[in-house]
T-cell receptor
Framework: QQQVKQSPQSLIVQKGGISIINCAYENTAFDYFPWYQQFPGKGPALLIAIRPDVSEKKEGRFTISFNKSAKQFSLHIMDSQPGDSATYFCAAIQGGSEKLVFGKGTKLTVNP | GAVVSQHPSWVICKSGTSVKIECRSLDFQATTMFWYRQFPKQSLMLMAT?????????EQGVEKDKFLINHASLTLSTLTVTSAHPEDSSFYIC?????????FGPGTRLTVL
């Protein structure tokens, strides 16, 4: 049973465009939602994270939008750059647990 | 801050030998560390949760006698793959937990010949 569903599996965007990756969850006990960026052959790096008490969080070109009632959250990458080409994972943590539940990942390609 | 290192970054070994991978939190103390395995083009699969000073908790289907985990200090956890076989070849990644957030190491590529 996949607890965090991520889409799309792959995404191709032109330089300067907006990349949007969506995630949905069922477990209402999740209370922390991080996004990780992973380059080939490297470990995941924390990009940005949000808690359910806010609907949006922005850090530079990266924004998380959170819809608690719909149990959905998304990552928006503004002004996408070729250097943003990587695999992005959404994740969730249940309150009281330290275990991350990962989505299956989205491979983003930003064409120059 | 929140830097996690792994050593070695890659290792090639013969079938039947054991390999030890170290995971260190460089600038913070981590009561809990995690070990993951990642197959090509797939998500991370949690293998075990490592708590300092106690036995690791393994996920269902992970052989604890094959993947030995030791968390001897607040900054070091080790994963030993015993009697490695070609099917153990994979990308192994550790993470260390601080304030609800997991910080990942750079990974170790294990190839068993």
């Amino acid at each position: 049973q996949q607890q965090v569903k991520q889409s799309p599996q792959s995404l191709i965007v032109q330089k300067g465009g907006i990349s949007i990756i969506n995630c949905a969850y069922e477990n209402t006990a999740f209370d922390y939602f991080p996004w990780y960026q992973q380059f080939p052959g490297k470990g995941p790096a924390l990009l940005i994270a949000i808690r359910p008490d806010v609907s949006e969080k922005k850090e530079g070109r990266f924004t998380i939008s959170f819809n608690k009632s719909a149990k959905q959250f998304s990552l928006h990458i503004m002004d996408s750059q070729p250097g943003d080409s990587a695999t992005y994972f959404c994740a969730a943590i249940q309150g009281g647990s330290e275990k991350l539940v990962f989505g299956k990942g989205t491979k983003l390609t930003v064409n120059p | 801050g929140a830097v996690v290192s792994q050593h070695p970054s890659w290792v090639i070994c013969k079938s039947g030998t054991s390999v030890k991978i170290e995971c260190r939190s460089l600038d913070f103390q981590a009561t809990t560390m995690f070990w993951y395995r990642q197959f090509p083009k797939q998500s991370l699969m949690l293998m075990a949760t490592s708590n300092e000073g106690s036995k690791a908790t393994y996920e269902q289907g992970v052989e604890k006698d094959k993947f030995l985990i030791n968390h001897a200090s607040l900054t070091l956890s080790t994963l030993t793959v015993t009697s490695a076989h070609p099917e153990d070849s994979s990308f192994y990644i550790c993470s260390a937990s601080r304030s609800d957030t997991q910080y990942f190491g750079p990974g170790t590529r294990l190839t068993v010949l």
